[in-house]
């Protein structure tokens, strides 16, 4: 038996076929290209279909689809909302997946990605016989899949582990409206703002980023530039580890989890610095928990949601 698992991010889809055992017999990425409405959903529809026809006439049968999107997968309705995806406000995903495979009796699961995040990691990463972890994924948002006693945590309106709207400074600003307050300060967009104003007002300022366009800085520059003692460098990356460190010790005693796990775009090249992080978390976190935690960097990278998609499909959460 294997599974079909997509995984959309805001800039690219990559498709997959797993195997139950966990080994990826197939995978492929593509840029989204600023697609958005239907489009998107032409594009999983096509990898579906795809990978359908190549297994068609195998021993290995495709059982189910697992998908996992950047935003929120309403579990009762079937729709879905991404907010950096055009036109994704309450798209009917499932309903469009669903007539693709009619009459073929494949079960087609939806997630999002936070949930798929830690789902992964359960399954084939750093989370592997716990039943209490969290993953923290910082990219373009910032964002918490939580296991519970062996549950995945999802709310009332499956909208368990949006940290990005986590408040935790006043006054508040119009401007955390859209994406809340971590999103807006400590996401990848967020820390690039941070930077620009920071090398604008820094005093005598004669660092890396003085001539640069902010917006072409990658990460691994920005962290570079923190290891070289850039000023403006290290006070963004100080008040970012600041405010994560902070997110982190909230979660940490609210659920009490075994295991914490760092990733995402942000924590590439951040993961020497975890625990530089993780003193940070120790001045907010109740001690009893935090003494108890396993704070780990993700061990499957960018095919975390990959796999937790295809966790998903096998119907086990």
Known sequence: MAVIAINLISNSITSA????????????????????????????????????????????????????VPGIAFIKSGTVWAPNIAGWENYPLLDEVSKLVKGKNIRIKIGS???CLILGEHWQGAAKKSKNAIFFSVGNGVGAGILIDGKILHGYNDGVGAVGWMALERPYRDIYKETGFMETRTSWKGILQALE??????????????????????????????????????????????LWGMVVANLVSMFNPEVFIFGGQVFGPAMEFIPELVNETYKWALPLNAQKVKFVGSQLGSNAGLFGAGQLATGKF
Do not use: C
């Not at 076929?17 to 995978?27: D, R």
């Not at 279909?49 to 189910?64: G, Q, R, T």
């Not at 902010?214 to 962290?223: D, G, H, P, Q, W």
């Open 197 to 242: 104003e920071q090398v604008r007002k820094t005093k005598n300022y004669r660092g890396v980023f003085l001539s640069r366009n902010i917006n072409e800085v990658s990460v691994y520059e920005l962290f570079h530039a923190y290891k070289q003692k850039d000023k403006a460098a290290v006070k963004v990356i100080k008040d970012t580890f600041e």
């Open 17 to 68: 076929a797993i195997s139950i055992a966990g080994k990826i017999m197939h995978k492929e990425t593509k840029p989204l290209d600023q697609k958005g409405g239907s489009e998107v959903s032409l594009m999983i529809q096509k990898d579906i279909k795809k990978l359908l026809s190549i297994y068609e006439n195998e021993p290995i049968k495709v059982k189910a689809i697992g998908i996992s």
């Open 113 to 115: 990605n936070r949930t």
